[in-house]
């Protein structure tokens, strides 16, 4: 009973100290340990508005900045004739990715590395989708202005990018209400 009294407070602790936190997470190797985001995969629909909003044009450059195991950069291949970078933090979704890349067929059009979204280098880049936390969104917003050319898009799922104005936000119409918020470069400030 006092087991499982100290387990309910160690977890209340732990969901308060919320997902995003990186104290809470176990321990991890140095390359590992500043996964700032959980692992959760944008659902199909999110993606195919996504994609839409970002009006790609065959041959541009789209990243996806903690890419998971890779379904949006298959999509902007397959759909819209991206070449398309992830970059991943977990190892094992990396790999994860890139095996599904192979499946797909697009190993010459799209590509993940493993590394922080902090270091991503965005030189070239077209479109950056993001579904990370506005925090993280805040920690990029600097790097996003400094690297992303006029006209570039930046399609964030569910987390706003903090102190820009977005040009549109759109909520799905499914049950669990996605958002959607699409900014172009440069964008006004709030
Ligand atoms: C919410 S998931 C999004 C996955 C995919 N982009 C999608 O929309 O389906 C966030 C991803 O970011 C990765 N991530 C978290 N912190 C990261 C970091 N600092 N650098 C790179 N990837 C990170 C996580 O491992 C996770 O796969």
Known sequence: MRRNLSF????LAAVAAG??????????????????????????RVIERMLELAH???GEKVYDLGAGDGRVLIAAVEKYKARAVGVEISPKLVAEASTNIQEAGVVDQARVVQGDVMDADLNGADVVFLYLATSLNEKLRPRFERFLKPGARVISHDYAVPGWKP?????????HA????VYEMPPSKY
């Open 178 to 181: 996605h958002l959607i918020y």
């Open 167 to 175: 040009s549109h936000v759109e909520k799905t119409d499914d049950p």
């Open 8 to 11: 309910g407070i160690a977890l």
């Open 19 to 44: 997902p995003m936190s990186a104290q809470n997470a176990p321990a991890q190797s140095s390359r590992y340990a500043n996964k700032l985001a959980p692992y959760v995969s944008s659902p199909a």
């Open 56 to 58: 790609i044009k065959p």
